[in-house]
């Protein structure tokens, strides 16, 4: 959500005739866009305006940016903590931007804009945005969230749920095809409730409609609350051939007793009864989950339900995290807090058992042939620290099931197909490793050497 919150704030930033650059020395502003879901994210975005704060010394002309989460949360303090900020927006102040800049440009005055309204208007996102060569990016469908999960901070500092009108989200998405991406993530806190309070469409109708768009191939969406996940989204999978074979599914504890101390408003049971279900209707399907460590009050008894669930689902990829107090969280004032090390230990214990799943689940398609949606070359090649053979350039795409594969390109006497972003190329995956796999497209090189697009199709 970052990420796309950070295109927003840059689309802006050009209109004023800012330009982007990677050298942050020669920057004239740096808006530091954060993130404040656990502790340590607070930590680096304060480390991150420190050192930033040094180089305002050596260059007092430099504009200093605060926005995001933390400048949310922390607001006015933030000034009193870094002297050198000149401006902390919250998540709902990015349409003003603009016009905050230029206010500190011509007064060199510092501001402080974080009001919250009760109903935000993600509507005002740019829909015209035009990328440069990326295949696969994000769609902002709702925002803010009405759970209050007790460990969570994001409905105190994003606000009550907020969905964007759905022909909004399709003029964004056509726009984006026309620059060429052709797969879009929709982003929500929990999009199984997207349109319901407004009354506009529901989920699966907005994936139905969002199917329909010519030239984009695949679709992603996350997150999905396991309470509001029902056989409607299930269906989906089946019924909409762009829709990726991935879900993510937060889980948090496999334990009753903590689930409810969470407020997740789900069982053990109910969770695994939707497993079940959607495992039946979608063969295959890729399962991710996120877990929180150390919540609370978490026994070893409980910590062990999570792990017997964990072996019950197999899931492909897990986000697990050491629970941290958050400002506001209710969670803050339970009892039973659970020491540092204790959550450390529950963390390491929960990723070897995880390590072995994921293992599993990419040594089960060696010897398939995968549709990949070639992204571009790969990054880990370009900074030199994947265990490549040989030093040629290499390719990286992704499976329907969200799976990395890397492979050679044209110019590798081994490659016989024709390789460039955005084409599914159908792929014979060779080797499994922890987090990536290994393959030989098997497609023969046209002629011509292939027209960008045409032989793409939904997969
Ligand atoms: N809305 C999504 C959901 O309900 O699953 C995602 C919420 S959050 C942006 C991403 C993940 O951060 C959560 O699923 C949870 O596992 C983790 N998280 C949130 N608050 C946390 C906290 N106080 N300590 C540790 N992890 C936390
Ligand atoms: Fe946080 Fe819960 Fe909302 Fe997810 S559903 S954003 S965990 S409050």
């Not at 629970?323 to 959550?343: G, L």
Request: hydrophobic letters at 35%; aromatic letters at 6%; one cysteine or more.
């Amino acid at each position: 959500m970052n990420v796309y919150d950070s295109e927003q704030i840059a689309a802006r930033l050009a209109a004023l005739g800012y330009q982007q650059t990677g050298i942050l020395e020669i920057a004239d502003l740096v808006i530091v866009n954060t993130c404040t879901i656990r502790a340590k994210a607070e930590q680096k975005a304060f480390s991150f305006l420190g050192r930033l704060a040094g180089l305002k010394m050596k260059k007092p002309g430099l504009i200093i940016g605060v926005g995001g989460c933390v400048a949310q949360q922390e607001g006015a303090k933030i000034l009193r903590r870094v002297p050198q900020v000149d401006l902390v927006f919250g998540t709902q102040a990015i349409d003003r931007l603009p016009l905050l800049i230029q206010k500190i440009g011509e007064k060199r005055c510092r501001i402080v804009d974080v009001a919250l309204t009760e109903k935000s208007s993600p509507s005002n996102a740019l829909t015209d945005r035009r990328l440069d060569g990326s295949v696969s990016t994000f769609v902002t469908i709702m925002r803010g969230c009405d759970n209050f999960c007790t460990y969570c901070v994001v409905p105190h500092v994003r606000g009550r749920e907020t969905s964007r009108h759905p022909d909004r989200i399709m003029e964004e998405i056509r726009s984006l095809v026309l620059s060429g991406v052709k797969e879009v993530t929709l982003l929500g806190q929990n999009v199984n409730s997207y349109g319901k309070k407004e009354g506009l469409c529901s989920f699966p109708e907005l994936l139905a409609r969002v199917n329909s768009i010519e030239g984009l191939l695949r679709i992603r969406f996350t997150t999905s609350h396991p309470k509001d996940f029902g056989s409607d989204l299930i269906n989906a999978f089946k019924t909409n051939e762009k829709v990726c074979n991935h879900i993510h599914l937060p889980v948090q504890s496999g334990s009753d007793r903590i689930l409810k101390r969470m407020n997740r408003k789900y069982t053990r049971e109910l969770y695994l009864d939707k497993i079940t279900k959607l495992k039946d209707t979608c063969p295959g399907i890729a399962i991710t989950s996120d877990i929180i460590v150390g919540f609370p009050g978490e026994t070893e008894a409980d910590f062990n339900e999570t792990m017997d669930l964990m072996k019950t689902v197999q899931f492909d990829g897990l986000f697990a995290f050491v629970y941290s107090d958050r400002p506001n969280a209710p969670a803050v004032q339970f009892k039973n807090k659970i020491s540092e090390e204790e959550k450390r230990k529950r963390l390491q214990t929960l990723l070897k058992l995880q390590e072995n799943f994921t293992r599993m689940k990419n040594q089960a398609l060696v010897g398939s042939v995968q549709p990949i949606l070639i992204e571009g070359i790969s990054k880990k090649q370009s900074s030199g620290n994947f265990n490549c053979p040989d030093p040629i350039v290499q390719w990286t795409g992704r499976t329907s099931t969200n799976k990395i594969v890397n492979f050679y390109g044209n110019d590798h006497p081994q490659c016989s197909a024709d390789i460039f972003p955005g084409k599914t190329v159908r792929t014979h995956i060779e080797k499994a490793y922890a987090h990536s796999l290994w393959g030989k497209p098997v497609e023969v090189k046209s002629a011509t050497g292939g027209l960008k697009g045409e032989e793409s199709y939904a997969a």
